[in-house]
């Protein structure tokens, strides 16, 4: 299994940016998969689910969106009116069991990739 993000980069409050993360080694279309990120200092935070349906974290609720390309074993993340607070490392993961959504319980995870959020 291998799950490689890409996307991060700098960006000004209020703008946008989409992550990627590149899938490969499962039967991708039937697990889960997550966001995760980490803020400079602080411990994991969960942002994002997606099976059959999508589940948000209240922080970004109606700014983000989750989606998955199951024919390019590709999941994003679409993150819109990006704060200050959004900044960190920004991981996917893959969910444990096949077919559910089980928060917190993931097998694999990406490198992550750097989102930045400054003026």
């Known amino acids: 299994v291998q799950l490689v993000e890409s996307g991060g980069g700098l960006v000004q409050p209020g703008g946008s940016l989409t992550l990627s993360c590149a899938a490969s080694?499962?039967?991708?279309?039937?697990?889960?998969m997550s966001w995760i990120r980490q803020a400079p200092g602080k411990g994991l935070e969960w942002v994002s689910d997606i099976n059959k349906s999508r589940y948000y974290s209240d922080s970004v609720k109606g700014r983000f969106i989750i989606s998955r390309d199951n024919e390019k074993n590709t999941l994003y993340l679409q993150m819109n009116n990006l704060k200050p607070e959004d900044a960190g490392v920004y991981f996917c993961?893959?969910?444990?069991?096949?077919?559910?959504?089980?928060?917190?319980?993931?097998?694999?995870w990406g490198q992550g990739t750097q989102v930045t959020v400054s003026s």
């Open positions: 993961a893959k969910g444990r069991f096949e077919g559910i959504v089980i928060r917190n319980e993931y097998d694999y």
């Open positions: 080694g499962f039967a991708f279309r039937t697990y889960s």
